[in-house]
């Protein structure tokens, strides 16, 4: 099992920016692909982007391609998340989550075995 923590969350303007990190522990952090996930209250949990074990490939949704995105330095055992030119839609709690990489990019919140206890995000308009 792979610890996972998380920062970077705050209160932030629309339009604003805002760098999430994750920093993993336990484990060695190359036999993960590592994704970001979301949720809001009332609503399920959201994939929002994924990468993997050697940053040469990324996932998106949607809703955040060409305003987010996620990188590692897998020296530091970190993924991080850079939110750009955000929406009050995009208020949520953020959670990093790890998967054994031999199993490749998922978008699916079930196929993540391990999970930080997230960090929230707050858009104001």
């Known amino acids: 099992q792979v610890q996972l923590v998380e920062s970077g969350g705050g209160l932030v303007q629309a339009g604003g920016s805002l760098r999430l990190s994750c920093v993993a522990s336990?484990?060695?952090?190359?036999?993960?692909?590592m994704g970001w996930f979301r949720q809001a209250p009332g609503k399920e949990r959201e994939f929002v982007a994924a990468i993997s074990w050697d940053g040469a490939s990324t996932r998106y949704a949607d809703s955040v391609k060409g305003r987010f995105t996620i990188s590692r330095v897998n020296a530091k055992d970190t993924v991080y998340l850079q939110m750009n030119s955000l929406k009050p839609e995009d208020t949520a709690g953020y959670y990093c989550?790890?998967?054994?990489?031999?199993?490749?990019?998922?978008?699916?919140?079930?196929?993540?075995?391990?999970w930080g206890q997230g960090t929230q995000v707050t858009v104001s308009s």
């Open positions: 989550a790890a998967r054994w990489f031999l199993n490749g990019l998922s978008l699916a919140s079930g196929d993540y075995a391990d």
């Open positions: 336990g484990r060695t952090f190359t036999d993960y692909v």
